[in-house]
């Protein structure tokens, strides 16, 4: 009786060698894929150090590169990408690229509009460091429970609604901001929980997904007159975008609280 080995064909052993080569050419595809978001990046960066800054261009690009970010992770689960792409750590660079697109950029954007009040470079270093310290928490991210520890530096969306605050209620939309800013980025270096929402617990996987894709369509439907709010919209169209955001936050923090007592 002959093992599995020596009954392998060499027409199957070809066979086989390709299918590997297929499996670990898709798994390096994805940290291309990745990569490619410091593409956008350099984009953004252009658009905000130009002699003419364009907010609205600024957040196409780094739109664009949310986009990539929210595909290559259930693309590198999908195609095992830590086992047929190992020599590269992925995760790298993807805190790489975060760190660029949605902290970076965005709040040196908010610093060259001056969209916040007093010494404005420094309350945008304050966000950069607390930031950092965001990207270099070791527990930041814990998947298996589907959460972030500590504010996970959205700060593309702060910058965002920022802009429109400012543009909509001047020096009062300003000072809001600056509020809004500090306890944001005091929320990222403490142990304070919210929802990955590629990984969200059930039962709330599909309603924070659903209602993010939903909320991802109302700032588009603002991209075109940023950071003006459209004239077909008002204000009643800003406050209401805001529904998901407030959401998410009292649902983070419901699931927190929930999953201290348990575990008490």
Request: hydrophobic share 55%.
């Amino acid at each position: 009786m002959r093992d599995g080995r020596e009954m392998e064909t060499p027409d199957f052993r070809d066979k086989k060698e390709r299918a590997r080569w297929g499996r670990k050419t898709r798994a390096y595809a994805v940290h291309v894929l990745t990569a490619t978001g410091v593409a956008f990046a350099f984009l953004a960066m252009a658009s905000v150090m130009g002699e003419e800054v364009s907010p609205r261009w600024t957040f196409i690009w780094l739109a664009t590169a949310v986009v990539i970010d929210a595909a290559d992770g259930p693309l590198a689960r999908l195609w095992n990408v830590k086992l047929y792409a190992a020599r590269i750590y992925g995760r790298v660079i993807d805190d790489i690229v975060d760190y660029l697109t949605f902290t970076f950029i965005p709040m040196m954007l908010v610093w060259r509009m001056g969209w916040l009040p007093g010494p404005d470079a420094l309350w945008v270093i304050l966000v950069m460091m607390a930031s950092l310290f965001g990207f270099s928490n070791a527990t930041a991210k814990q998947e298996g429970e589907g959460f972030f520890l500590g504010f996970p530096s959205y700060w593309n969306v702060v910058a965002f609604y920022t802009g429109l605050f400012v543009a909509e209620y001047g020096a009062a939309g300003a000072y809001f901001s600056l509020g809004s800013t500090l306890v944001l980025a005091l929320m990222t270096i403490l142990p304070v929980r919210f929802i990955y929402p590629n990984q969200a617990p059930d039962p709330w996987q599909w309603p924070v997904i659903f209602g993010a894709v939903i909320w991802l369509g109302m700032m588009l439907a603002m991209l075109p007159t940023f950071p003006s709010v459209p004239a077909w919209g008002g204000d009643w169209f800003l406050w209401a975008s805001l529904v998901y955001p407030a959401f998410y936050f009292g649902l983070s923090f419901y699931l927190d609280l929930e999953g201290r007592r348990v575990a008490s």
